[in-house]
């Protein structure tokens, strides 16, 4: 039997419900909270007119204007569920400037995280919206990520997104954030001779990497990040899964490739 998730749980946290000053917030029956980087304290800000819902200005906002670190170095932070269960990133909207709430020349990084293991990053230094003119969406930037990155990642498993920043994008302020639980799908990513993908799913002994080349090494995780097996594997190797217990794991090959698998 897999373990049973609510597809039905999501949210949209505009802020303006939770409290001035804080670092955690709750929406859809959800906990989130926010930790920060070197020398940066994000928390929720209220400034009238100053935010963005989706659709028009409101006043709450999670952003570093409690504490920015030196000019010129970036900035980050990371938002993580409260109790390290997953969670997938619909889109969200994020004022990107200098800390005078000038344009910026930097890039912002977005990672989503299973415990210690990257599942997937966007890089965007480009495209964003313009802070002097506050056009469009009051100056926040929307980043789907159905569409930002290489693939579409508004259905992947996370418990952890990481947001940092180079270079002069010393400020950012997040508002809109959409969230839903994640779906159990088969995770692919598209190689040279073919798909890459992890079968069978669900399974109960044993799983495949389809199109695998060569020999790569493979890490399994649990949903709280901690690593439950791992080795080295040729094409066409089947790996053992009969030690795992029945639940969600997280396969990643040393070619930074993820896969969601269910044990049953």
Not at 5 to 13: D, R, Y
Not at 16 to 28: R, V
Not at 64 to 76: F, K, R
């Amino acid at each position: 039997m897999a373990t049973a998730i609510n597809t039905q749980a999501q949210g949209t946290e505009v802020f303006e419900t939770e409290a001035t000053g804080t670092s955690t917030f709750s929406e859809g029956g959800k906990t989130f909270t926010v930790t920060n980087g070197p020398g940066e304290t994000y928390d929720i800000y209220d400034l009238a007119g100053a935010g963005w819902n989706g659709t028009a200005p409101d006043n709450k906002f999670l952003d570093n204007s409690s504490g920015i670190g030196a000019n010129n170095d970036g900035s980050s932070f990371t938002i993580n569920s409260s109790d390290a269960s997953t969670f997938a990133v619909r889109q969200l909207y994020l004022f990107c400037s200098t800390t005078a709430l000038a344009n910026h020349s930097g890039t912002l990084t977005i990672e989503g995280k299973v415990g210690p293991a990257t599942v997937f990053t966007i890089t965007k230094s480009a495209g964003f919206s313009n802070v002097a003119t506050l056009s469009p969406n009051n100056g926040f930037t929307l980043i789907d990520f159905a569409t930002e990155g290489a693939a579409n990642y508004s259905d992947t498993a996370i418990n952890q997104l990481v947001i940092s920043s180079t270079g002069n994008l010393d400020y950012m302020a997040l508002d809109a954030f959409q969230w839903a639980a994640p779906t159990l799908s088969v995770g692919t990513v598209n190689a040279n001779n073919g798909p890459v993908k992890l079968y069978p799913n669900p399974a109960t002994t044993y799983v495949k990497i389809k199109n695998l080349r060569g020999t790569t090494s493979y890490t399994i995780f649990d949903v709280l990040g901690k690593v439950v097996q791992k080795g080295t594997l040729q094409q066409d190797e089947a790996i053992s899964i009969n030690k795992l217990n029945v639940g969600l794991y997280m396969v990643k090959l040393d070619s930074g490739q993820s896969f969601k698998l269910i044990k049953n």
